[in-house]
């Protein structure tokens, strides 16, 4: 059974980093596209940002520049840096995968910025 166990998440005030971790057992990351969404209070699950299987990433307009994704196959992990961080960025975030029509979701890590 395939599971995505996301951790990195908590408070942080305005301009700070933090590193997002979602590892990914019963399957091998690089066979899926890894994604990330975030919901904040009140709002839709949003995308974030994914890298495909042949490692291109792609980045929503609110978070290019400030949030990268990358994978570390050796550890199945997929990772989320976001520097930079805003108060508008206060969200659960969700690690993805999908392939062939499969998806699948972690229970997601909370991130709260605030001074």
């Known amino acids: 059974q395939v599971q995505l166990v996301e951790s990195g998440g908590g408070l942080v005030q305005p301009g700070g980093s933090l590193r997002l971790s979602c590892v990914v057992t019963?399957?091998?990351?690089?066979?899926?596209?890894m994604a990330w969404y975030r919901q904040a209070p009140g709002n839709e699950r949003e995308w974030v940002a994914d890298?495909?299987?042949?490692?291109?990433?792609n980045y929503a307009d609110s978070v290019k520049g400030r949030f990268t994704i990358s994978r570390d196959n050796g550890k199945n992990t997929v990772y989320l840096q976001i520097n930079s961080l805003k108060p508008e960025d206060t969200a659960v975030y969700y690690c993805?995968?999908?392939?062939?029509?499969?998806?699948?979701w972690g229970k997601g890590t909370l991130v709260t910025v605030s001074s």
């Open positions: 993805n995968a999908r392939s062939y029509g499969i998806c699948y």
């Open positions: 019963g399957s091998i990351v690089s066979g899926y596209v």
């Open positions: 890298i495909r299987i042949g490692g291109s990433t």
